[in-house]
């Protein structure tokens, strides 16, 4: 009723109304005649709900084409086509990315990050030559190709390259013809005017009376809903459900996903009261948390305007493209100022926020496509948004849209234009313009000492927002003016911006203070991480602002004296000092207690002035120079601050503030984090150094002394006791920290403009210093580097310059190679160096003492490295070593070794002091070559008594005090050093002592040598016992990698093959027929239980042992992958496919335990994880649901055991296998005759719905119809299936055998477990053929032999499969296996194959499933009663089933002969039969011998039986048949091979061994002829009718020769592989990106996944493609594995590079086999290397994939990751 409403559509002339248009164009009143269609056809159009096809339609016929005619006063698509020919060929690319396409940027030529490239221009340029980056695209963006200002060079790729003859400016609207710009203005101005007006309107139930239709409104409305991000999916899918009437969980998913995609949709239809009624419910029923859903009833009319705008904006846009000159014209348009002074587009950009998701980005995707694309109005654009700016910002920080459908995030594509960004700062005050409402935004988080309080509290985001304007300051800074692009003007506006953002500092300095918890611990941890988010956000701007700065001499003493102001402003005046006097230097000191008074982690303030004054050397600047004078320039004030941080963390290392919790501890650690630390640790070095050369130096140290509360300490009576002070050993830290402080103050000088050095040097020392500790791969080294952005040296180069990169060892292994650090760089190894933590400290340590122990030098000493010189500012800073206080310490600490007895020594502070001394030396040294005396340290320290050379000697004759190897070597070097140093200040004396000294020290070393020989060799013992335990338990543990080794000894199994054959190698072994060999026992004969660790002979009749075992269903080898596998519930399994679509496999870790042992093993998990389920849901890697464990030894996967059957042979007496004298055609006879004779009873009995119409006949009834002799011989064929003597099986390998045949059953099919189903024994054949299989293909692809090579648990696994698939008729009842053995029967022997689904004619067949089943069935076929001893084992019996199955077999190989060219799923994988291959054998035929030229005459036949054209061409010669035969029967034999050697035991020929493609080692073995045309010769009549019976099938006439019927095989079964992935990722991200959502009419997907099974690509984790499989809703990955690969997929992630695992309802992630040039990969594409194919990693998977192993890697990758538990994988 709703609907009643629907508006006719009125009567419509487009010549008259294109007059009347014209007209008022004339007139100048355009807009209200196109108002006055409007008002009716939008209404029309839009208002009626029409399906989309026709509302496009009637779009187009009654709104678009009248106004493009009206434009063009012609047929618009000629007007278009000429203004086409008159646009200059644009320079600029500018396409537009779509979410997930791939950018390209370049690191040589890129100016900045955000220039980037789409994939044709990347492609076509120079760029890829260059080093690249690659990502994927966020959506929004434009591809900056033809843009000079993006790049250093090669702007242009070569579609782009410009043309010269256009090279003049010329306003493209000239080249339009006048009268069409007058149209065109007056259209454009219109059309604009109608959507601002429209979508400014804010009324939800009429219009502005010129759109309203006449008369009273119709009662029609709408209930629109609306986007928020508070809701989830789910909730707002409930919500609907509840709220709109008939809404089912299938719209309501459509919906949500509309809503979440557009940011509104239409909910509901109908009058205005039931519209209400819905709005009501959906305000009522979802409030979750505090807000409801914003929902709206609008009128229709309002509605369908609004959906017109859309339409029109994106009308306009395809106008606009149309020609450069349209282009110009609209924009200019857009930007005139209206009466009210507002152009329209500012009126649409500052309307931004009130509009829906999908009305803002196509407002957006109209700016783009215009004024963005066009060189003159983006200026001109530019400055209308730096006008806005503060208001655009402010809305959008009480927006909730991302940032990406905001207007606010078009600044990314202005301020990263240099020259426009130039413009707006100097002549528009951008910096200023930016920060001002940012710093608004901060004083709303001002506390009341005016800092910054960022607490988590509270949790409006609009200050997370606001910062977004912190990068466009970082981008308005990117492009640093050079020295002589400096205008005043520039300087004016620069400075002002310089002014606001030091406001910003100054209110980020001394936030969050910490003070020192004594008694309690804290109560909560403070709130750290806000200061710590804004830091690393400023950071970019602070490097930025400093090097702005470097630029210009005039701004850098401006800025400088700004900052410095400002730092004065924040300082404490309240600080009290007092005096201290050490070593006769009395200094004034502030007065301050770190441990009891508020301390700041933050000072920006104060390192942002630390960083400025670096520069002041290039301006021949200094402290205190009259232009630098500031008001309270105090360096010892400056220091302050940063020393407090200093003395905080080191009476943090000294355990003062462990009360303090982890938020220090965490302030502590990003302190020092690369991340963080150029910004913060370092600039606090750097003010301490500005300190310790503008302080005098004793003054200096006093200073640093009185803040760490050392001032005692440094006294020599300190060290006497007084009985009571713990606080000693804090003391002692601190002092150990002191130390480090100064050797850091003093060593570190890789900054430019402290030291002399350079910003590659600078960097080369990271590098260097990280390779220090160990050799470390290309993303390590970056990890640990700090943001390549902010560094004025290249990375690679850095590394390149000091390591070398080594690739991984191991060929074929994926895995990423390493640098290492080149020789000559390893004396720069400074184990003090700053960035290292204590771990690094130690471990860089220990790596260098053991290179050079390697390295067997005399010397392993690690003395402190030279530092570079100082630059003359800094110089000062070296006068500490030399300082009266310094020598002091120096003294006192040696002195304090010496001692017998000190309590405030440690060996940590002398190392320490050794290092000073040594970078004192080093000092002295350099100035004597610099013919500099001012600088003596050796005299100072030659001064004491006792001189340092006496302690030093003392110390290296006697060091009890020493434990450390390292310090005593140091030592010695440092003795040496001094004397060296000394000779040459010529104020030596005697060098005597000195030999005697080092003469002592090599006695003390040899003895030390000794005794540290004779330990080694101690600990070697030690570790040597250790390591052959550990061996073992490895052995243990890891049983799957020595298997293959047969190191396993926990496993007895019969003589392997090798050992038969030898033995046995006077003849070659037959497994069939009446010279069958003896057998031997195979597989497992004796074994250990695992659990009980008790060892066991295997035999049917006493406690029953097991194998660990898993059944999974599988599609691997699947020829048909269109084919859904079918359900489990309705497959009959008799006859296989032969395309192989679905089967079940089964595995083994080769695992044994007693079946009680396992089962009292597996009660006990269940009854514990019952008791878990309750509490912790989903705690487990496996589903215990399903029956899953994991095998108590090596935690594989498992679902089953397989019971351990005894050698087959062993359970049958000899006698059981008499002599019998039967011809094939007898047999064959004898059971055609069976088959007929329970058919036929079949017919009279009445029972048709009967699925087995088969009514077994006893051999009596079937030997009468016999001649006599035949009649005897095939009864006594017969005889031992009732022979009793065989033993019966225990009870409990019966339970055994009933519980695997139950798994498999329901595993095997997917299906509830069902012990009577008369299937159950099927499942087990088929489980033991599908394996078998699965086996040789993969051994195939591999080119591996069929015996010796594959791991002794797949021999195993099979070895129990074959034997259980031969025994397991014990455990069903004998009629049903009879029954099965007749259907199997009848299959070949008459026309018993079935219908439907399953094989109807012989070529459908999988003759190696039949082969097994009939193989296993047959014996029952006679027996009387229950039980019988029916073992597979009369080989004769086998032989004549094997004969009649490669029968069949070959008929179908040359009936399907000529498929393979053909087949389409064959296509490209592996093609067999290659006419022009065959040629090339010495280009001449093969002779045809008799065997070929029989069988040809067969194919002929054959051919003609089944309908096959008549011979042609085509067929192939006689020779040509025989070789393809052969080739495509292989495989089958090889199973076959596989299938009897397991059955009867007899041994292995050691031809098959090895690797062969002949058939005939197989033929031998197997007792088949090498001439298959034998098969079908002289075998009777009966065979031949037989043949006759399979060729001439109606059915298969149909499937060989109607092409819309199944696809059809061809043999051999090529061996499916992963989809072919291209070389370069790229490739595939870009091959993906043009995906779409398949549910939702090609929108985006988010997450496009990738089948390699089959390459599908489908939308994955997302609702829009959420389906449901048994009352469980999956995502789209989900539901297509369980069609693809019956529930285990690989598929990939394009956008994040990832691998998805997954298997039922768990899953995984694993890296995509793509890596770099440096062989890592790149999960989530976070570096952006280029990425290319590892094909190792690949074909790994693929053999993962293969061999069924992604079920078990999914359960270990979540045994290691518990974190994975949590993910829903069924929703992906
Ligand atoms: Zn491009
Ligand atoms: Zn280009
Ligand atoms: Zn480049
Ligand atoms: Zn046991
Ligand atoms: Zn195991
Ligand atoms: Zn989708
Ligand atoms: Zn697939």
Known sequence: MAMKNVIATPEYRQDTLLEEWWNSCEKGNLLPALKKHWRIFVLSVFGNNHDPGKEERLAHKFLFRPMEYFLCRQDPEVVFEELKAKNMPSQLCGKVFKTGEPTYSCRDCANDPTCVLCIDCFQNGAHKNHRYKMNTSGGGGYCDCGDQEAWTSHPFCNLHSPNEVNQDEKNPIETLPVDLTDRASALFMAALQYIVEVLTWNQCDNLPSDLQVEGELNDTYITMLFNDEVHTFDQVIKTLQRAVKHCTAQQAREFATLVDREGRATVYRGCFTSCEQCRTIIDSTSRHGSKPLKVQVMHTVVVAHQTFCLRLMVWLQKMIE????????????????????????????????????????????????????????????????????PNVMRDFARDDHDHEVCVASLSVQIYTVPSLARMLVTDHDLLDVILVPFLAACEEKKNANGVLSLSKADRTPSFKRACFMLYDLKYALLCKPTSDEWSDKLRESFLRGHQSFLKLLKMMQGMDEVKRQTGMHLEYEPEWEGAFNLQMRVDDVISSFTEWCSTDRTVYIEAYKQAAQMLSQCRDTTQKSEQHTVCGHTVKCLKYDVQSQPVSIHLPLSRYLAGLHVYMGDYNLQFGCPELNVQGLDPVKMIEPPLKVQVLIAQSQAGLWRRNGYALLNQIYFYHNVKCRQEMYDKDILMLQIGASAVDSNEFLIHLLNRYGLLLWIRPEYDVPTGQDDNVRQTIMLAEEFLNLLLIILGERYVPGLGQVTHEDTLKREVIHLLCISPMSNSELSKNLPDSTNLKADIEDAIHAVANFRKPTSVGTAGSGKFELKNECYKEFNPYFYHYCRTDQSQAEETQIKRKKEEKSANHTLPPPVPPKFTPQFAQISNLLQSDVLVHILSLILQRSVAVRSRSWSETQLDRVLHLIGLALHEQRRNIHEGNHNFDFIGKALKGEPNFTQLLESLVTDPKNISHDSTKDLLSWILQKFIEVRQMTSSAEANGPVEQLASSSKEENEAAKKRKARLAAKRKEKIIAKISQMQQNFIRDNADLFESTDADSSLTRGTSEMDISESAHHETPVALGKYQSLPCSIGITKATCILCQEEQEISHNSRAMVLAGFVQRSTVMSQCKSRNPTDGENLDPLFTSSDLHVGSFTNSCGHTMHADCWQSFFQAILVKERRRLSRIPHSLSYNIVQLEYLCPLCESLSNTVIPLVPALHSLVTDSDLCDVNLSFGDWLDGLQKTVKNATKQESTSASKGDPFPFLPSSLSSITKMMADSVASNFQLLWQYVNNTKGGRFSESLMEMMKKFAKDVYSFGLGVDPDDMNHRVSIVAWNTCAYTIINLEQYLRYENKPLFGASPSRNVDCINALVKFAAVCSHIMPQEVIKKHCLRLLSGLLSNGLGEGDDP??????????????????????????????????????NQYILELVLTAHIVQVMLLHDRSQDGEEGKGWVLLYDRSQDGEEGGMEMENDADSVALMSMYTEIRRKAGCLPPSNNDPLPWQLTRHIKRAVLPFLRCATVLYHNLTGVPIPAQLQEWTEEVEPFCSYLSLPTSFSELFLNQGELLERVVNQWCSSDVLRSRLYSASSRSVVSYPLPVNHLIDLPDDYSQLINQISSFTCPSSKGNDSQLPTMCLVCGLVVCSQSYCCQTEIKDMKVGAATEHTYRCGAGVGILLRVRECQIVLLAGTKG?????????????????????????????????????????????????????????????????
Request: hydrophobic residues 40%.
């Open 322 to 389: 149309k020609s450069d000159g349209l282009r110009r014209l609209f924009c200019l348009l857009s930007m005139k100022p209206q009466e009210d002074g507002k152009s329209l587009m500012e009126k649409l950009l500052l309307h931004d926020t009130q509009l829906w998701k999908v009305a803002r980005i196509l407002s957006h995707q109209l700016l783009m496509a215009g004024v963005l694309m066009d060189q003159e109005c983006k200026k001109q654009f530019a400055v209308i948004f730096t006008k806005w700016y």
């Open 1708 to 1772: 995984c992630f694993i890296p995509a086999p793509y890596v770099d040039s440096y062989g890592e990969t790149d999960q989530g594409l976070r570096r952006g290397n280029p990425l290319h194919l590892c094909k190792d990693s690949y074909k790994n998977l693929q053999k993962m994939w293969f061999t069924h192993c992604i079920p078990e890697t999914v359960a270990h990758n979540i045994e290691s990751h518990m974190n994975l538990m949590s993910i829903h994988w069924q929703h992906l």
């Open 1400 to 1437: 109807q004619c012989i070529i459908d067949v999988d003759m190696f499933h039949y082969l097994v089943a009939v193989t296993m069935a047959l014996p029952s076929l006679y027996t009387e009663g229950t039980t019988a001893s029916n073992l597979p084992l009369n080989s004769l019996n």
